[in-house]
């Protein structure tokens, strides 16, 4: 109910919501995400698995890198696919791809929502 009842904008207004809310509430407030570049990091490194949605369970075994175990279903037969471009590739623990920066909206969109939402500001 106090919710609908203030505006609220950032995550900091909705912690103060939630705890204000109730003796007993309080708001647990996880950190921003970070959105990687990860398909083209793993890129350089690894080979697509064609049809990956028809299988459901697959394994990665330490004595077996760079080797993926798949099955259709429970009982079905496994199949072992590489999905390394280079087996001599070693993984240094401390690399990750770079952070993305959010584009914004392009002129269209900014252009629809002042006209759609301006009204009720």
Same mark, same amino acid.
């Given at each position: 109910m106090k919710y609908r009842r203030?505006? /609220?904008? +950032?995550?900091? !207004?909705? @912690? &103060? $919501?939630?705890?204000g809310s109730s003796v007993g509430n309080m708001a647990v407030s996880y950190? !921003?995400?970070s959105w990687r570049a990860w398909k083209k990091f793993l890129g350089q490194h690894f080979k697509s698995v064609i049809? $990956?949605? &028809?299988f !459901?369970? #697959?394994r990665f075994e330490e004595d077996k890198p760079g080797v993926v175990t798949v099955k +259709? =279903?429970?009982? =079905?037969?496994e199949t072992e696919i590489n999905i390394l471009k280079n087996r001599d590739v070693r #993984?240094? *623990?401390q690399e990750i791809p770079r952070v993305l920066q959010p584009g914004g909206? /392009? @002129?269209a *969109? &900014? +252009?629809y929502f002042e006209k759609t939402l301006r009204p009720f500001k």
């Open positions: 203030h505006d /609220c904008e +950032t995550r900091e !207004q909705l @912690a &103060k $919501i939630v705890e950190p !921003q995400l049809g $990956i949605r &028809k !459901q369970y #697959f +259709t =279903a429970a009982g =079905a037969e #993984f240094e *623990s909206l /392009c @002129a *969109s &900014k +252009t």
